[in-house]
C-alpha cells in the first residue's frame, strides 16, 4: 500500500508524517484492504477546503475533513487509487484546542474518518453513524489514540 502525504510549506514543520500515514494504514488492515491500493492526504488550510467543500458538495464554507473516493486502477501497477483525503491543519488545531487534546491527535482522528469514508463509510444516518463511529473507535485504539469520538 501506498500513502501519500501533500503537505502544505506553511504546515510541513507542525507535522508528524510517520503518523498520519500509521493512521492511514492501520485503517486500511482494521478495513481488511488487500491487494495494491494507494491513497493521498493532503494537508492544507481553511481557503482551500472551503473551495473544494464549494465546488464540490455545494457548502461555502471550511470544513476539517474532505474525503474523494476514486476507485480507478493504475495500469502500469495494478494498484487501486482509493482516492484523496484533505484535511485542513488550522481547522483541526482549532478543533484540539476547544477539546483540550494534542493538535496530532486530532490529525490522526481526521485522518481514520477520512480514509473510512475513501472505503464507503458515511455518517448520514443513525445507523451508519454507529458503524463508522465503531470503526473509528477501533482503530484509534490500535493506534494508541486517546480519543473517543461522540
Same mark, same amino acid.
Given at each position: ?34 491487494? /495494491? ?18 465546488r ?18 493504475? /495500469? ?13 491543519? /488550522?481547522?483541526?488545531a ?30 448520514a444516518? /443513525?445507523?451508519?453513524?454507529?458503524h ?19
Amino acid at each position: 500500500m501506498t500513502i501519500y502525504l501533500r503537505v502544505d510549506p506553511a504546515y510541513a514543520a507542525l507535522l508528524q508524517t510517520e503518523a498520519i500515514r500509521q493512521a492511514a494504514e492501520t485503517t486500511l488492515a482494521y478495513q481488511k484492504v488487500s491487494g /495494491p491500493v494507494a491513497l493521498t492526504v493532503w494537508i492544507s488550510d481553511d481557503a482551500t477546503l472551503r473551495r473544494w467543500n464549494l465546488r464540490f458538495r455545494g457548502v461555502d464554507a471550511p470544513t476539517d475533513v474532505l474525503s474523494f473516493p476514486d476507485g480507478e486502477v493504475d /495500469p502500469d501497477t495494478g494498484a487501486r487509487y482509493l482516492g484523496d483525503v484533505l484535511i485542513s491543519y /488550522p481547522r483541526a488545531a482549532a478543533q484540539a484546542a476547544v477539546a483540550g487534546h494534542a493538535v496530532a491527535d486530532e490529525l490522526t482522528l481526521l485522518v481514520v474518518h477520512g480514509v473510512l469514508h475513501l472505503l464507503g463509510h458515511d455518517h448520514a444516518t /443513525p445507523e451508519e453513524k454507529a458503524h463508522m463511529w465503531a470503526a473509528q473507535r477501533e482503530v484509534l485504539r490500535n493506534l494508541g489514540c486517546p480519543l473517543d469520538p461522540p
